[in-house]
């Protein structure tokens, strides 16, 4: 049993709360590549183990999602 009770994916908002950033960067991280947002039926989320990798936490494996802004 996963024991982990923090989020496996974050919303934006969610995001900018874990990374402590500014929305206004979190999109200038995707523009630059530096997170890939994935899509999930209508929603925009960012991998949990993506923003762990951001913070030096762990590394993250290579999505095969295609961000949503291309």
Same mark, same amino acid.
């Given at each position: 049993? =996963? #024991? =982990?009770? @923090?989020?496996?994916?974050?919303? /934006?908002?969610? &995001?900018? #709360?874990?990374?402590? &950033?500014? @929305? #206004?960067?979190?999109?200038?991280?995707?523009?630059?590549?530096?997170?890939?947002? /994935? @899509?999930?039926?209508? @929603? /925009? &989320?960012?991998?949990?183990? =993506?923003?762990?990798?951001?913070?030096? &936490?762990?590394?993250?494996?290579?999505?095969?999602?295609?961000?949503?802004? =291309?």
């Amino acid at each position: 049993m =996963d #024991t =982990d009770s @923090r989020p496996a994916a974050f919303t /934006v908002k969610g &995001l900018q #709360t874990y990374l402590s &950033l500014s @929305r #206004t960067t979190i999109y200038r991280m995707i523009k630059s590549n530096e997170i890939t947002p /994935v @899509r999930v039926g209508g @929603r /925009v &989320l960012f991998r949990r183990a =993506d923003a762990d990798a951001l913070l030096g &936490l762990k590394p993250a494996t290579q999505s095969s999602a295609r961000s949503v802004f =291309d």
